[in-house]
């Protein structure tokens, strides 16, 4: 089946408008002392953003369409940006940033052990001297492990233009061994009588990680200064906290 990542309209659709994490990536791309690499950039939901705010950016994705759809947003804009394909253990760019980030869960496509830390070995390759990475991913709450598989979820909806609204079904299956999730996921165009206009199913895989695992892992990759929160206004993470961002310095 489908990745989700075919689809870069129906992801603009859904995901281009958040903006609850865009100023810690503002902030440290103003105060990055050189350029900055948006790792698994997507649409450029974010580095469109930085590159507004004045950010030398490049990005690196794995799938071609959401590239293409960043190219076009970008020239749309008047906006440089070098972009380049890559998945995260393989990606290879000519130069080297004071900065790079992964937003928005995409480090949970890696899917082993193995890809985390050869990623983590990547990202540290393309780092200048002091340069820093900064990543966030949802923090696996009791409840994500707990909850029933296989169950459509409804994940968001937002107006889609002319009384139509997008959906976004997620049904989940965990293995709680190996931290990973399997998503069935189904997308609606739903008219402004309630019918399903369009529906477009996808498949993709995550793998969640905790503090301890990301430190270690971040260590082992050369990393050190490694701070963990909770939230975008940096308070600590907590055992129960939705968010884990991450920042680590070379
Ligand atoms: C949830 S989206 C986040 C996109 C963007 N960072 C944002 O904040 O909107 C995850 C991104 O990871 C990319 N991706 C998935 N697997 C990848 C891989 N193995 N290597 C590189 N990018 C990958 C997808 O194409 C997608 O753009």
Redesign the pocket.
């Known amino acids: 089946m489908e990745s989700p990542?075919e689809r870069p309209e129906l992801y603009d659709l859904l995901?281009d408008t958040l903006e609850f994490d865009l100023e810690i990536y503002k902030s440290a791309a103003r105060g990055a002392r050189g350029p900055v690499l948006d790792l698994?950039?997507?649409t450029g939901?974010?580095g469109l953003k930085l590159l507004e705010d004045g950010a030398q950016l490049d990005g690196v994705?794995?799938?071609e369409p959401?590239l293409a759809h960043f190219r076009k947003k970008a020239d749309a804009r008047g906006l440089k940006v070098n972009l380049y394909r890559g998945?995260?253990t393989n990606f290879q760019t000519p130069r080297k940033y004071a900065l790079v980030v992964c937003?928005?869960?995409?480090f949970a496509?890696n899917l082993t052990q193995a890809d985390q830390l050869e990623t983590l070995r990547r990202v540290r390759d393309h780092l200048l001297p002091g340069g820093a990475f900064l990543c966030h991913m949802s923090f696996p709450s009791a409840e994500l492990w707990s909850g029933p598989d296989g169950v459509p979820i409804l994940e968001a909806e937002v107006p889609a233009g002319g009384g139509r609204m997008v959906k976004i079904y997620d049904s989940r299956t965990k293995n709680p061994l190996e931290q990973t999730q399997h998503s069935e996921m189904e997308i609606q165009i739903v008219g402004a009588d309630g019918g399903v206009i369009e529906s477009h199913k996808s498949e993709t895989d995550v793998r969640w990680i905790y503090k301890p695992e990301f430190e270690l892992l971040l260590t082992t990759a050369g990393f050190s200064k490694i701070n963990f929160f909770g939230d975008f206004d940096r308070s600590p993470l907590r055992a129960d906290s939705k968010q884990l961002i991450v920042t680590a310095h070379l």
């Open positions: 990542f995901f698994a950039c997507g939901r974010v994705d794995l799938y959401m998945g995260f937003a928005f869960n995409a496509h």
